[in-house]
């Protein structure tokens, strides 16, 4: 894999009058690689990837994607890249087909091609039995998986996905990111993805943590893990203080007595575990080890947590808009 | 200027035309109640003076065409805002085509819908005394899809300012029924007070609805020249305008 940047943003600034909505993003996406875009509400999130959309104009900076400039060749931008939007775009009017058919056509493909590609992306994202059905009838995962299918027809270079996943269960979550796996692994293909799941962060080869217009964080999920600090090991013993004086005098362990038992932080809990348990220095009755998570990350950095009540009113009835369109 | 774009937008909109047939059947019921319940019930106290010697449901077939071109195209452009609620204006709008393609499709669809729909209400024309000849079909298609291109324009330059139907519907009614009214469509614009044939004058309808008298019944009370004149001049405008709202937007 050459490692050519597919995306680039020097100096990114999105103002809406005197609200700034992104203060100066610096980032370099390289081809192949999964890009997560992590966040709460309102952090500007959505605003950037507009940006390097060419849906909505730079106020300052520079974007580049696939080498591209987004403001003077927009054209060519828009070519080389596929969207999944957060809001559905399907036309539910249309059979599967038709909505493939017209994106075709809208990219400047030959018909030929348009049905070449059109069976190619309904194999991969496993629809071809509905593709004569109107998307009304189709399930909130299936509208999912076409419409990635859809962003895929004029084989760009760049998937941008805003929130891929919501509102949709977690079996088709899992299988939503399958795709997306498999579409870097096997076609190469860069993709940059927003969500607000940190669990589902984890799929990402690197992520960027943002929040109020800035990215606060830009590195690996483990390395940002890592930078949150040490595994934390819970064990419940006979013998609590026997324990921790055991702890102290062949670790050099200082570990503290908790409610579930004794509790202490070790760099690399998986290996450490095994070792004190070889020694036999006293029993333990349970373990408990915990990883830092990206939750943690962002607590860290931010002092909030990214959860789930904090979708805002917006999101809330979008959220209900596409349970209501899953049903049918 | 990409031509495909244009198409894509127009083929879309006519796909789903065509498979909601019980819409087009529907679109005929609002004309027939006009020229059945109003025109007939009228027709027995409505005696046409001057140079029109047929019946009044006669007299009011091409302006019933006219009011279902008027709606048509209002509502093929309403269909903009139905895209951006739902989404798909999105996919038009990151798609490698100008977005005044994507107006000239919607223009051109809303023509094409509702001259078609306009064209079928001539279905009745032999239950209210009019003869059709094929030149005279001819011209009052073209008439229609030119009279529908400055609508749907003037529609989308509404549309685009709106943030939701609620309010395209409000400015609609305040602004649809006067024009049908006025456009000579149930009454000969003759012997009006001033302030009404002023208005007559400035209503794109009028100038459709006297081109359709004159391709249909022989009966006109603007020149023809005039007639089309207006026609192209306000398709253009429109046309014009609602492009450049519309690329403002966003």
């Not at chain 1, 333990?284 to 909030?304: H, I």
């Amino acid at each position: 894999m050459t490692n050519r940047v597919m995306i680039e943003a020097r100096g990114l600034v999105k103002r809406y009058g005197d609200f700034t909505a992104v203060k100066g993003i610096e980032l370099e996406v390289q081809e192949g690689e999964i890009f997560g875009f992590l966040g709460p509400n309102g952090a500007g999130k959505s605003t950037t990837i507009k940006m390097l959309t060419t849906i909505s104009r730079l106020t300052d900076g520079l974007a580049r994607v696939a080498g591209h400039d987004v403001t003077r060749e927009t054209d060519e931008v828009r070519s080389s890249l596929g969207i999944v939007f957060q809001d559905p775009t399907l036309d539910i009017g249309l059979t599967a087909w038709e909505n493939l058919y017209l994106h075709g056509l809208l990219y400047g493909l030959a018909s030929t091609e348009i049905r070449e590609r059109a069976d190619a992306v309904l194999a991969m994202m496993e629809l071809q039995e509905r593709r004569k059905d109107l998307v009304k009838t189709f399930s909130g995962g299936m509208k999912r998986r076409l419409e990635i299918a859809r962003g895929l027809m004029h084989r760009p270079k760049v998937l941008f996905l805003d929130e891929p996943t919501v509102g949709l269960d977690p079996q088709t979550r899992a299988r939503i990111w399958d795709y997306v796996k498999t579409l870097r692994d096997e076609n190469g293909l860069t993709i940059f993805m927003t969500t607000h799941y940190m669990d589902e962060a984890e799929h990402c080869d690197r992520i960027a943590i943002m929040d109020q217009g800035e990215i606060i964080a830009l590195d690996t999920p483990d390395n940002l893990k890592r930078s949150v600090g040490n595994d934390v090991i819970t064990l419940q013993t006979a013998n609590d203080a026997q324990a921790i004086a055991a702890l102290a005098a062949n670790f050099s362990i200082t570990a503290r007595s908790v409610q579930g038992g004794v509790q202490f932080d070790a760099e690399d809990g998986e290996t450490f575990l095994p070792q004190l348990l070889a020694r036999n220095l006293f029993h333990v009755t349970s373990l408990n080890l915990r990883k830092p998570t990206l939750d943690d990350v962002f607590m860290l950095l931010t002092g909030r947590t990214i959860r789930e009540e904090d979708l805002g009113a917006r999101d809330q009835m979008r959220e209900a808009f596409r349970q209501r369109g899953n049903r049918r | 200027m990409s031509l495909r774009a244009v198409y894509v937008v127009w083929l879309r909109e006519l796909i789903k035309f065509w498979r909601e047939k019980a819409r087009i059947v529907t679109s005929l019921v609002q004309p027939a109640v006009w020229l059945f319940v109003m025109g007939k019930g009228l027709s027995g106290f409505v005696h046409l003076h001057g140079p029109f010697s047929g019946s009044y449901t006669a007299f009011m077939l091409p302006g019933v065409m006219g009011m279902t071109v008027l709606f048509a195209s209002i509502f093929s452009s309403v269909s903009i805002i139905w895209d951006r609620d739902f989404g798909f204006l999105k996919e038009m709008l990151v798609a490698p085509v100008p977005r005044s393609a994507l107006v000239f499709g919607k223009i051109l669809s809303g023509a094409t819908v509702a001259m078609i729909q306009g064209t079928l209400v001539l279905i009745f024309s032999p239950f209210v005394g009019v003869q059709l000849s094929f030149t005279g079909v001819l011209e009052a298609m073209g008439t229609m899809f030119l009279l529908s291109l400055s609508l749907s324009g003037l529609g989308i330059a509404v549309a685009t300012r709106m943030t939701s139907m609620q309010g395209f519907q409000l400015v609609m009614n305040f602004l649809l029924m006067p024009m049908y009214f006025l456009s000579g469509a149930i009454y000969p614009l003759q012997g009006l007070p001033t302030w009404m044939s002023a208005i007559a004058r400035i209503d794109p309808l009028a100038y459709g609805v006297d081109a359709l008298k004159w391709a249909l019944i022989r009966f006109h009370q603007f020149s023809l020249s005039v007639d089309y004149a207006v026609l192209v001049g306000l398709a253009v405008v429109f046309t014009l305008i609602a492009t450049s709202l519309f690329k403002m937007e966003g």
